[in-house]
């Protein structure tokens, strides 16, 4: 059966308490439809709901938030179970159907946002060419080993391989910023090990909610995350606004680039670029 995640907004904001009775109501109401509705994430400052169900169709899912509560969702996207489990990772659910954070008590509950990570070996094509197709190999492998190691640490989750980098998905934006300065500072250490094949890496970083303007998970903040990671230079580490301001707090060095052009974008980012060096990143 297909797997749907629907956004409702509520102007003013919501509170926990009656979203999670609208999920009560759902509940009782779901089997008339063959529709599951298995756990919803909710922002109640911005009063956005994400839930995340089996249905036979749209409409089905749609139908029974009319007849339950009459709370019908301005957008629902049909989404595949294992890519949404790779974006929004491990949910705990408390018992009110909602997510809560990693290890957080059941009033900590998860807004849905989601942080997108980039990396990318700089000219992998001409490194290739250069060093041979062998010795590139082992860079690459020295790059995902040091990469997949920071993800480990800190909470990320690998989505896919990309040849000549990776993207990984976090639930905590100042998670994500360490993965990346940790990053960079082992692979500088690489670089000082073997200094006859350094490897240079760029990394972007953008935020987002589940379902944006398109009907795709996570669609404008992955093409943000790319973006920035292409725009930055050798060593760098760029984030968008929305990260930046989510680390707010966090003791996180920060440098605001003002707007920068992106390829795809039709208007400049506000972008940041995280300031790091090697001692500065051994107590991320």
Known sequence: MPSYMDIHEIPGGVSAEDVAKAHAEDVKLQDKYGVTYHKY?????????????????????????????????????????????????????????????????????????????????????????????????????????????????????????LGDGIMASFVSAAAAVKCATRVQREIARHGQERKDRPLNVRLGIAAGEPVEHHNDLFGCTVQLAARLCSHAGPQQILVSNVVAELCEGKALPFEDLGEVPLKGFDHPVRAHAVTWTTEQAASA
């Open 41 to 161: 994430w909710v922002n109640e400052k911005a009063g956005k709901i994400f839930c995340l169900c089996h249905a036979p169709n749209a409409e089905a899912a749609k139908q029974v938030h009319r007849e339950a509560h009459g709370m019908v969702a301005e957008k629902v996207i049909q989404v595949e179970p294992e890519v949404a489990d790779l974006f929004m990772g491990g949910s705990e659910v408390n018992g009110a159907g909602a997510v809560v954070w990693p290890g957080g008590s059941a009033d900590d509950r998860d807004p849905g946002i989601r942080t997108i990570l980039f990396t990318d070996i700089v000219d992998s094509t001409s490194l290739t060419r250069r060093i041979g197709d062998e010795a590139a190999m082992e860079l690459l492998e020295v790059h995902d080993s040091i990469v997949r190691g920071a993800l480990s640490d800190l909470g990320g989750r690998e989505i896919k391989h």
